[in-house]
Nanobody, 130 residues
């Protein structure tokens, strides 16, 4: 129903910054969906990183990232972004964009349950290393 595509990650030195983006296929828009960001490192469970409600009224972050990451969206451009600053080696993971339809506009978003998210991108690898 909804195809999500993340931008390419890459190699970043500790302390550096990287901006990931998420968009959807031609003919679809993101404005009716909350957008979440999740990450998974080898041997670890998938972890919710951040989310933003469909109109931007609610945002949530994992504690380890709340002072360093910012979840943004620009519905006019049909884009969502995860700005990552002060990156640490522990941030190394495959990052996924996810979406879930907002039946009631802009109520909330959550990152505690990956299973509640219906649509997923293929993921992009972010490596933080010197």
């Amino acid at each position: 129903q909804l195809t999500l595509v993340e931008s390419v990650g890459g190699l970043v030195q500790p302390g550096g910054s990287l901006r990931l983006s998420c968009t959807t296929s031609v003919g679809s828009t993101l404005d009716g969906y909350a957008i979440g960001w999740f990450r998974q490192a080898p041997g670890k469970e998938r972890e919710g990183v951040s989310c933003v409600s469909n109109k931007g009224g609610d945002r949530n972050y994992v504690e380890s990232a709340e002072d360093r990451f910012t979840s943004l969206r620009d519905n006019a451009k049909n884009m969502a972004y995860l700005e990552m600053n002060s990156l640490e080696p522990g941030d190394t993971a495959t990052y996924y964009c996810a979406a879930v339809q907002s039946y009631v506009s802009d109520v909330y978003c959550q990152i505690s349950d990956p299973g509640a998210w219906d649509y997923w991108g293929k993921g992009t690898l972010v490596t933080v290393s010197s």
